[in-house]
């Protein structure tokens, strides 16, 4: 007879170490299986850093979602007694009327958030460090900084296991086959029960459930980091240098202060399609001297490239996640939340994901992550 679990955990990155923590916690016999080994530089979670933000220009509909999630960041930060959050304040630039900065006004009024509304002049005295055009704005608000995602996910798996949890890692998962009262999974190394399955496989969701034609792509991202080279230059740490987001006429770009790497740098979205099983990890002098261009443009940097990254967004056509239940398998729950934006979510994600588990109420709006909110045959 082979053991029966109560939940399996298809992919430990960011959503499902989280879930399996949590699963753990809520006394759950829980299994998590991962093709690579958790934190790792193949799939969606690495690069040092992981933007956290409430005035949420996506839709004010995360708000909610994106305040559990701090709560739970806090208190994982308490048990584990490692640093997984870093508060910078947040800063949202672009035209007045551009979706930046209209959306994140409106999550942070809707919402009750505490912000400001910087004109030009105000922007350029207060972060001298930007140079924001005499059109541009900025939303800033307190409360944002940045997660260490590697941190985020060694933690949420040791308290997982600390909570009874059993992780097989370097184990891929080929194939999942629901019954009427338990779901079979089969690995390149055997074949494990479960009453229930959360397929949190990140780039590989789509692969795993083929039968449901998600309407993913996956999408190549690069990220950068630079060193300044014109000298001493002051407010690039933490304490002067927030997060932000830039909204320009033709692109999209965002950053972190100097976490002790330099500069870390990258556009939002704008990548070519990928194949996560083929993904190009080179990165070229013309991608690097994209992003030096936008630097040198937005900035009073001299940037001197120090290193780049690649890593991957899974895309839904509306950016939005998926958080649902399998439409023809009640006990496979499918977790998605990428489009570029969803790690911040990851803690709350495992608490609802948990609650899906377990029939309980999770207390949000989940109704803009539903699978059928997709014109797909299902
Ligand atoms: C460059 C970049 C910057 C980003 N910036 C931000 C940001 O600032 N703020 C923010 O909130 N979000 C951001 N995101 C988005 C966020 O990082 C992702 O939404 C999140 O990490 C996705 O987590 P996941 O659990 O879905 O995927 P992953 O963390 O990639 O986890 C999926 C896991 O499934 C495993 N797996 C896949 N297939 C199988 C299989 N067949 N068998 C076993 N295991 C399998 C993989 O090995 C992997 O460990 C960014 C993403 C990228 C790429």
Known sequence: MLPLYDVLVLGLGATGSQALYQLAKAGQHVLGVDRFAPPHTYGSSHGQSRIIRQAYYESPVYV??????????????RLSSRELFVQTGGLMLGA???ALVKGSRLSAETHGLAYEYLDAHTLRTRFPVFHPTPDTVGVFETAAGVLFPEACIETALQL????????R??????????????VEVQT??????????IVSAGAWLGQLVPE???PLTV??????????GGGQLQGLQPDHFPIYIWETEDTMFYGFPDLGNGLKVAFHHYGQPADPDHLNRQVTGQEVAAIETVIRKHFGIDPIFREASVCMYTNTPDMDFILDYHPHHGNVIIASPCSGHGFKFASAIGKILTDMVLGRP?????TPFRIDRFNTAL
Request: charged share 20%; with cysteine.
């Open 169 to 182: 890692l370097g184990e891929t998962v080929t194939a999942l086959a629901p019954q009427k009262d338990h």
């Open 212 to 214: 449901l034609a998600l």
């Open 64 to 77: 909610p979602l994106v305040q559990e999630a701090y709560r739970l960041w806090h208190e994982q930060e």
């Open 362 to 366: 999770t207390g949000f709006d989940l």
């Open 219 to 228: 999408e190549r991202q690069v990220v950068f980091w630079f060193d300044h």
């Open 188 to 197: 390149l190394a055997g074949t494990y029960t479960a009453r229930q399955v």
């Open 96 to 98: 007045a009327e551009s």
């Open 160 to 167: 997982a296991q600390a909570h009874g949890a059993v992780c």
